[in-house]
């Protein structure tokens, strides 16, 4: 599957907003202000600026509204999830060229809140996936521990843990100790 760099970035941003849900009385990882000051940075999103509460409370209903796609049971919902999203967004296309980026496009106006950039950008990356016939590419992790959402871009959809190093490890380390426990017994 081809997926264009922006597109690309724009998927893993969808999943890192979404992995900031506090799961089981875990932490929220977009708690404050700072938090959220902190996710623009490592995602380098563009044209931030004075954020405060209401800035945090918009970007949080949009990662609530981002998993709910996640958890769409087919295309059609999927799609009327994204369609709200995007349109609330207020839209815009553009096609741009800046910080070293080739040129690739911006669903977002220029004076967007951070919120409405997330919504568009995130937004329209899930969109291409449904457009592609590939929702199934977006997963939640199967270890029982977890839940973090995933979008697997395997050739042949086969990824099930979000992190083969953590998740999938320690999943089969386990097995393997029970197999080698089960045989000595």
Request: net charge negative.
């Amino acid at each position: 599957m081809q997926i264009p760099h922006d597109t690309r970035n724009a998927l893993e941003t969808v999943v890192s907003l979404v992995n900031t849900i506090p799961e089981a009385g875990g932490a929220d990882g977009l708690a404050d202000v700072e938090a959220l000051y902190g996710f623009a940075r490592t995602h380098r999103i563009s044209g931030v600026g004075e954020l405060g509460p209401r800035d945090l409370r918009a970007v949080q209903d949009v990662r609530t509204r981002l998993a709910e796609v996640f958890a769409a049971s087919g295309p059609r919902e999927a799609s009327d999830l994204i369609n709200r999203l995007v349109a609330e967004a207020g839209t815009t296309p553009q096609l741009t060229d800046h910080d070293g980026y080739d040129w690739h496009v911006h669903y977002f106006a220029p004076d967007a809140s951070v919120s409405d950039h997330l919504a568009a950008d995130c937004g329209m990356a899930l969109a291409f996936i449904v457009v592609a016939g590939e929702q199934e590419r977006l997963r939640r992790c199967e270890a029982p521990d977890c839940g973090h959402a995933f979008v697997d871009l395997s050739r042949n959809r086969s990824r099930r843990y979000c992190d083969s190093r953590t998740c999938g490890n320690r999943l089969h380390v386990a097995a393997y100790r029970a197999r080698r426990k089960e045989a000595a017994g």
